[in-house]
């Protein structure tokens, strides 16, 4: 049974450019989150997909923007990069319930230049 | 003030000790809550949910007091390989499900 699996493990990107985060969920899992976790810092929500829908999202600007597939995967676009925007990136899945837990990916670690 | 506030720490303890950590939450609806570890640049991990009448796994223990709305976790007979960043998670229920983190405390064991 696999777990929730993200690509790229890695990336380096210059300010301005843009870039593409892939997730796929833990099987029977049909909710997905993305956050954005700085150094010594929790992780911060960003936005949630649940039926191919932005459900709910954090304090992030428009510049984060995602999409949900049929299958539940995801994607976390990010436009006109900024240095602050390095971090490590972890997409978390879990079923629709606000009682179930979320498990999350190794995550994408991000570093703009 | 923070939704979700944890003390970074680090807790410094030798093996054997028992340690407590504490998180408080600022939203009275919120309906469910965990605790995750999360070891030096890897991904957050489900250590455990944290129910109403508290809950214990092996050396660990959560506790939930809505009252005062704070979490708990405890462990006992700490290990070496206890060493990590606890990190307390809130979830608001009712249709507005935000898992919110805390920024995690920080846990040393030495020998």
């Known amino acids: 049974d696999a777990g929730v699996t993200q690509s790229p493990t890695h990336l380096i990107k210059t300010r301005g450019q843009q870039v593409t985060l892939r997730c796929s969920p833990k099987?029977?899992?049909?909710?997905v989150s993305w956050y954005q976790q700085a150094l010594g810092q929790g992780p911060q929500f960003i936005f949630q997909y649940y039926e191919e829908e932005e459900r709910q999202r954090g304090n992030f600007p428009d510049r984060f923007s995602g999409h949900q597939f049929p299958n539940y995967s995801s994607e976390l676009n990010v436009n006109a990069l900024l240095l602050g925007d390095s971090a490590l990136y972890l997409c978390?899945?879990?079923?629709?319930?606000?009682?179930?837990?979320?498990?999350f990916g190794d995550g994408t670690r991000l570093s703009i230049l | 003030r923070k939704e979700v506030e944890q003390d970074p720490g680090p807790f410094n303890v030798p093996e054997g000790a028992t340690v407590a950590f504490n998180c408080t939450y600022s939203?009275?609806?919120?309906?469910?809550f965990f605790w995750y570890r999360q070891d030096c640049r890897k991904e957050p991990k489900l250590l455990m949910s944290?129910?109403?009448s508290g809950n214990e796994d092996g050396r660990f223990t959560a506790q939930l007091n809505r009252a005062s709305q704070y979490i708990s976790l405890l462990i006992r007979d700490s290990k070496l390989s206890d060493s990590a960043t606890y990190l307390c998670?809130?979830?608001?229920?009712?249709?507005?499900?935000?898992?919110?983190f805390g920024r995690g405390t920080s846990l040393i064991v030495h020998p």
């Open positions: 099987s029977g899992h049909d909710t």
């Open positions: 978390a899945s879990s079923r629709r319930s606000s009682e179930q837990p979320q498990h």
């Open positions: 998670v809130v979830n608001i229920g009712g249709g507005s499900y935000i898992p919110t």
């Open positions: 939203n009275s609806a919120s309906q469910s």
């Open positions: 944290v129910y109403s």
